[in-house]
């Protein structure tokens, strides 16, 4: 009996997700920045066929200001620095990815550890999310950086760090709420198995706000990737990173502008993109 | 009612706080400073104690406030009296004895004598005596005259005083650069009644007889001096302050300058110095690279150890393109480890052309084709390599096209050097700084094997050559000029037929001042007397 | 009261211990070590060998915690293993010059934000609402650093209109008192070079508020939505109080708890975290520092400059809570 309420709360849940996709896309802005984002990834991943040129191709046309055959101009090795931006998108729109869901992964379990058993764990793990929340955020994946040395993967790696606590909290939070909810004390009742109970009644029920911070935490990670490729701390050269681009453009901030604005401009494309849609996100799901 | 009274009395309360606070204080400000010259550059000084420091920043300063013995003249690196007048040296170069200037004395009014000259070498090279400590440590004196007192190799037998104003210095074994590293900044000569004072406390409060005197060092922000009224030099400085002012960023510091704030500046992007010669109200200057800027193979590597590699990396290598890219053409190829105006630069030898269809032939003919190597490069600009990663990315790019696969690796400064002086990388970019403008100080430290050691090694290509070595030490321990230049000659042959680097440049340093900068010298070593700077004011 | 403001101290104190270790470990993992940056890049092995021995780097790890720990409950920082200064001393300035360059921002940040955000409320769902809220959006979407480089280029070198780097005209030479510039100035009585450093901060102060901002004004939005359905506002306006009076009076007042919480927040990230703006503008701060500290391998001052910047952190988060009993006296914290 007790079962077969909870499984029909499952099912009430996926009736309930159909109807937020639905409005989902009935929600303005939502839409509008998953088009950003979708005409960026289409942008980045035909990349090849937008551009004639390489992004590492080198030519004696030094710091062309933006024409015809260059659109965004060239740098001072000659590279098409449209090329580059646009290759760069891959490497951004990767970077959010692989850390958003790292950090959402090992967030989320730690949270769920935090709240499901509680006690002495949920201790050790709520001080050290708050240890890692008063840290300065840059600074720590500065260090961390330093300490692997410069290269994607590594800024990957501090990315995902700083952002864990952000999602550990939620996560904890939303299962202390779950916990409490009639159905998952009667599947207790009946001897329901841990992991049957974590997977099948706990975790449906916590993700969507993990969703919604998911998107929001893509955009910080898109700047914050930015942030530690100005710094020199980014991707390899001669990956055309975004960050790094603006570093590298800083001499030229008189002579090439332009090398400085539309890397710029495409951050800030993309950042505007997630936060579109998580606000979206989020005004779906407040409103339930 | 009481609220208002509330709140009016907490104004007068902080009003009172301020005024107490105001009157508590002395200090003031000063708008109208007399003549000045602010002087803009990457970093701030570690101490003011130059026997204490290494680093470029800290001399630029301690240079106004210290004299050395003898000095560089103007423009090169030939040597010239300073606090002492006149020397001379025994035939075996083991003796030389120093007569002094008369009637000089340091800002806290102590006299400069002998007895002086031989307190400080006494502090420098005597483990034991009491005044052997500082704000650092000593790191100079030891790697110019090879340790401390007692250790084995030690130059330096004994300083003496003749009497008041003759010195007379006893080596243990003849050293070819023995007056040009007397000339380096690490060897001003402080007072020695503030360092008995306090020689930790001298790094922050120095006290030397040279032009200017310190005033104030606000840390990591700006150092200022003031003229030295008695200074012995008649007629100097020139100016009656200068501001030494750290500005990180090198765009940031051009901007400074453009817009007036600062009036002088090192450290600059290449590109911009275009932009200074375009500019009425800037002039350029140009300083002599003695410096050079190389890609080191390693040598103990596979297939690194294979000359034909070497030599097909060699030709590879377009400097032409290299120099107008990222050096704005203010650069010149390097054919030899150091620049041409140095002592004994063998102008015979000719450098490898630029042939990448010779390079692709030479790879094929020791069959590595495709092979694949990891090219370390730094992060951060140095005065000979503005930008290592850019010139890494266009390397790349022509290795791709001769059949040689290769990764870049980028580390900020520190990790760069942790890792390429223990010999992590296959190939790597660095470059040296001239120090005393002696070619021991370019092929010794750079390619001798004593210098390739498991860490720390200063010989990045690990390059052992017992000819070389031979040929290096009889140079160090020559007095004799012709003789010194031919062996650095032949030393210098040696090293072209083997090619255990690619010397990429020899770089021109531009510094850039505002038009009505007058008497400014760009030395070689990056010493600037900025004591015969003046701005005159249309 | 009390006894609240006790237990959130004591709680205090794991966070910070922790915040050691990790800070600790954390440094002590960067390759290369002090020594090596204070030999120089010319010195020989055995000098920096000796060196390390100078400073202790040669002892056991946890012996160096316990040692600097020991010193740390002392109320001893430390000195500084690069320049062998107390870090109590040296990190005066830098902290006063992050915590103006924040408050300028902050108030910045709260000005807009808080009319931004009021005014979008009160034209709910209007195009000036919509207008409002795509700034807001805009706010938090651009990367600071390149807001920061655009500001320099235009209005710094091609208008030339504000300085670019610095907290003051270094011609000027200046004593200084609090090391609060604009502070300083006032207290010197000299208005033209308070103009001078007013100039100075402007920039930066504008590139590091609009995150903040724009949060404020999102938040302040939402909030003032809400209370606006109160019963008694509806009564204030029926009493037909005048409208400004009605939004800055009594609407504002009430909604101002999670509008605090954001400024409380916001301000204790940006004193460690405004690294790039400072880079950008040379702007001598905490974030400056300790990013120089870690590439000089200082473990020291990087230790206890996050020490510093993270108890402060915690500090202004408990401040906001005291303050909220203020602005609200329903609330209190004796009992959960």
Not at chain 1, 47 to 56: E, G, H, I, N
Not at chain 2, 204 to 221: A, M
Not at chain 2, 329 to 353: I, Q, R, T, W
Not at chain 3, 69 to 82: A, E, H, I, K
Request: proline share 6%.
């Amino acid at each position: 009996m007790e079962l077969e309420r909870a499984r029909s709360e499952i099912i009430l849940n996926r009736k309930k997700r159909k109807k937020m996709i639905r409005r989902f896309f009935r929600h303005r802005s939502a839409l509008f920045g998953s088009m950003m984002i979708l005409f960026l990834l289409l942008l980045a991943l035909l990349a090849p066929l937008v551009t004639p040129y390489t992004f590492s191709e080198k030519s004696d046309d030094l710091m062309q200001a933006p024409s015809g055959t260059h659109w965004f101009g060239t740098d001072e090795m000659g590279r098409d620095l449209f090329t580059r931006v646009l290759f760069g998108a891959r490497i951004s729109l990767w970077i959010g990815f692989v850390a958003v869901t790292g950090s959402l992964i090992l967030g989320g379990l730690l949270g769920l550890v935090a709240g499901y058993f509680g006690g002495r764990w949920d201790m050790l793990i709520s001080r050290l999310f708050d240890i890692l929340l008063a840290f300065p955020g840059i600074l720590l994946a500065i260090a961390i950086v330093t300490i692997l040395g410069p290269g994607l993967n590594h800024a990957l790696l501090a990315i995902s760090i700083i952002n864990v606590p952000i999602f550990g909290r939620l996560m904890r939070s939303s299962v202390l709420r779950v916990k409490e909810e009639d159905y998952i004390v009667s599947a207790k009742a009946i001897g329901a198995s841990t992991e049957r109970i974590i997977f099948q009644h706990i975790l449906p029920n916590c993700w969507t706000p993990l969703i919604v911070q998911g998107s929001l935490s893509f955009a910080t990670a898109v700047i914050e990737a930015a942030a530690l490729g100005f710094l020199g701390l980014g991707a390899e050269p001669p990956i055309p990173e975004w960050g790094t681009m603006l570093a590298d453009s800083r001499p030229f901030i008189q002579t090439a502008p332009w090398l400085m604005i539309f890397p710029g401009i495409f951050i800030l494309f993309t950042v505007l993109g997630f936060n579109l849609i998580g606000d979206g996100l989020r005004d779906m799901f407040d409103r339930k | 009612m009481e609220k208002r009274l509330m709140r009016w009395s907490s104004w007068v309360m902080l009003f009172l706080c301020f005024s107490l606070i105001v009157s508590c204080h002395s200090g003031s400000i000063q708008k109208d400073q007399g003549s000045m010259l602010i002087y803009g550059r990457g970093a701030d000084a570690k101490s003011l104690d130059p026997s204490q420091v290494t680093d470029g920043e800290s001399f630029r300063v301690t240079q106004m406030i210290f004299d050395t013995l003898v000095e560089y003249k103007d423009q090169n690196t030939e040597i010239q009296p300073c606090l002492a007048e006149k020397w001379e040296s025994s035939p075996d170069g083991k003796e030389w004895i120093f007569y002094l200037r008369k009637n000089v004395k340091f800002h806290d009014g102590t006299p400069f004598n002998a007895e002086a000259v031989v307190f400080n070498f006494k502090r420098w090279m005597d483990r034991e005596h009491p005044q052997h400590k500082g704000a650092i440590a000593f790191t100079y004196y030891p790697d110019m005259f090879a340790g401390f007192k007692g250790d084995p190799n030690h130059v330096i037998q004994s300083v003496t005083a003749i009497d008041e104003y003759t010195v007379k210095f006893v080596l243990n074994r003849p050293l070819g650069p023995f007056l040009a590293n007397l000339a380096m900044p690490p060897f001003g000569i402080g007072s020695p009644t503030a360092i008995k004072k306090d020689p930790v406390q001298f790094g922050e409060k120095p006290v030397g007889t040279g032009p200017y005197k310190l005033r104030e060092w606000k840390k990591n922000d700006m150092i200022t001096v003031e003229r030295n009224e008695d200074y012995w030099k008649k007629g100097f400085p020139k100016t009656d302050k200068i501001i030494f002012k750290s500005i990180p960023d090198n765009a940031a510091r051009f901007t400074a300058l453009k817009s007036g704030d600062i009036d002088l500046m090192d450290g600059m992007n290449p590109s911009d110095a275009i932009q200074v010669e375009k500019d009425p109200k800037l002039q350029l200057f140009k300083q002599q690279g003695m410096n050079v800027a190389y890609l080191a193979f390693n040598m103990r590597k596979k297939p690194l150890d294979h000359p034909q590699f070497r030599l097909a990396i060699n030709h590879a290598v377009d400097k032409k393109r290299l120099i107008s890219n990222f050096y704005a053409n203010l650069a010149e190829p390097a054919v030899n480890p150091y620049p041409p105006f140095m002592l004994g630069y063998n102008d015979e030898l000719k450098d490898h052309s630029f042939d990448l269809g010779k390079a692709k032939r030479l790879i094929e003919e020791a069959g590595l084709k495709g092979v694949k190597l990891k090219l370390y490069t730094p992060q951060d600009p140095r005065p000979y390599m503005p930008n290592g990663k850019k010139i890494a990315e266009f390397l790349k790019e022509d290795f791709k096209k001769i059949g040689v696969q290769v990764e870049i690796v980028t580390f900020e400064w520190k990790t760069y050097l942790d890792k390429v002086k223990s010999g992590e990388h296959d190939m790597a970019l660095f470059g040296w700084n001239g120090d005393n403008g002696d070619p021991d100080n370019f092929l010794y430290v750079l390619l001798d094997k004593t210098n390739a050691r498991e860490q720390n090694s200063s010989n990045i290509a690990f390059y052992t050559n017992e000819e070389v070595h031979q040929l290096l030490i009889k140079a160090q321990s020559t007095v004799d000029r012709t003789k010194r230049e031919q062996l650095y000659r032949q030393a210098q042959a040696i090293i072209k037929k083997e090619n255990p680097w690619v010397p990429l440049v020899h770089a021109t340093v531009p510094i850039a001042g505002k038009a009505s900068i007058r008497g400014f010298y760009p030395h070689p070593t990056g010493g600037y007397k900025l004591d015969q700077v003046e701005i005159i004011e249309k | 009261m009390g006894a609240y403001l006790l237990r959130r101290l004591l709680q205090l104190v794991p966070v910070l211990i922790g915040m050691t270790i990790v800070t600790f470990a954390v440094v002590h993992f960067i390759p290369g070590d002090p020594a090596q940056t204070i030999a120089g890049e010319k010195a020989t092995p055995e000098r920096v060998e000796e060196i390390r021995k100078e400073l202790g780097l040669d002892q056991p790890l946890y012996r160096q915690y316990v040692q600097y720990m020991g010193n740390l409950l002392q109320g001893d920082l430390g000195d500084s293993l690069v320049t062998n200064r107390p870090i109590v001393e040296e990190v005066v300035p830098y902290l006063a010059a992050t915590i103006e360059l924040v408050v300028a921002s902050m108030l910045i940040a709260v000005f807009w934000g808080v009319n931004l955000g009021i005014f979008s409320a009160w034209r709910h769902h209007s195009a000036w609402d919509f207008f409002a809220m795509i700034i807001a959006l805009l706010g938090i979407s651009i990367p600071v650093f390149w807001l920061g480089l655009m500001e320099q280029w235009l209005f710094a070198q091609t208008l030339d209109w504000l300085p670019s780097n610095g907290r003051m005209d270094p011609r000027i030479g200046m004593e200084p008192i609090t090391h609060f510039y604009v502070v300083d100035t006032i207290l010197y009585g000299d208005l033209e070079v308070l103009w001078d450093v007013l100039k100075h901060l402007i920039l930066p102060a504008i590139a590091l508020s609009t995150v903040p901002m724009a949060i404020i004004a999102r938040i302040t939005r939402s909030s003032m939505l809400e209370v606006m359905r109160a019963d008694y506002v509806r009564t204030a306006k029926a009493k037909g109080l005048s409208e400004f009076t009605v939004i800055y009076k009594h609407t504002l007042k009430n909604a101002f708890i999670p509008i605090l919480t954001v400024i409380g927040l916001q301000t204790g990230t940006l004193l460690g975290g405004a690294v790039l703006t400072e880079t950008i503008f040379s702007w001598p701060g905490m974030g400056r520092y300790l990013y120089t500290a870690i590439s000089e391998r200082d473990y020291t001052v990087v230790q206890s400059g996050i020490l510093i910047v993270a108890t402060l952190f915690v500090l202004v988060n408990l401040l906001v809570d005291l303050l909220y009993t203020c602005l609200d006296p329903r609330i209190q914290y004796e009992r959960k």
